[in-house]
């Protein structure tokens, strides 16, 4: 059987959009991952997942995380909050 078309929903198309830009944000911290070592200092780190991935690198020491929203802040700390960060 050949498809000559396939036929989504615009629903789906955004929510794989969404994924896409999810994943592009999360790929971007583990790039840049392999390049830091020691303390790192992440300015508006937002809710924390881009402190956690680089506290994952085996070279780095300690993750400090800085944002201006106490929101964001907060739940960087239930969220992502580890030995390290």
């Known amino acids: ?8 929903t615009r629903s789906y198309v955004d ?3 969404s994924d896409i830009l999810y994943r592009r944000h999360i790929e ?8 830091l070592f020691g303390n790192v200092l992440d ?4 809710v924390g ?6 506290s ?6 300690t993750v400090n995380g ?3 929203n106490p929101k964001a802040i ?9 030995e390290n960060v």
């Open 49 to 54: 997942y881009g402190a956690y991935l680089i």
């Open 28 to 35: 971007r911290y583990c790039l840049a991952r392999k390049f």
């Open 15 to 17: 929510d794989v959009e």
């Open 66 to 68: 800085y944002d201006i």
């Open 1 to 8: 059987m050949i498809l000559e078309r396939i036929e989504i």
């Open 74 to 82: 907060n739940d960087a700390n239930n969220n992502f909050n580890s």
């Open 56 to 61: 994952k690198n085996p070279d780095i020491i």
């Open 43 to 46: 300015v508006a780190c937002g």
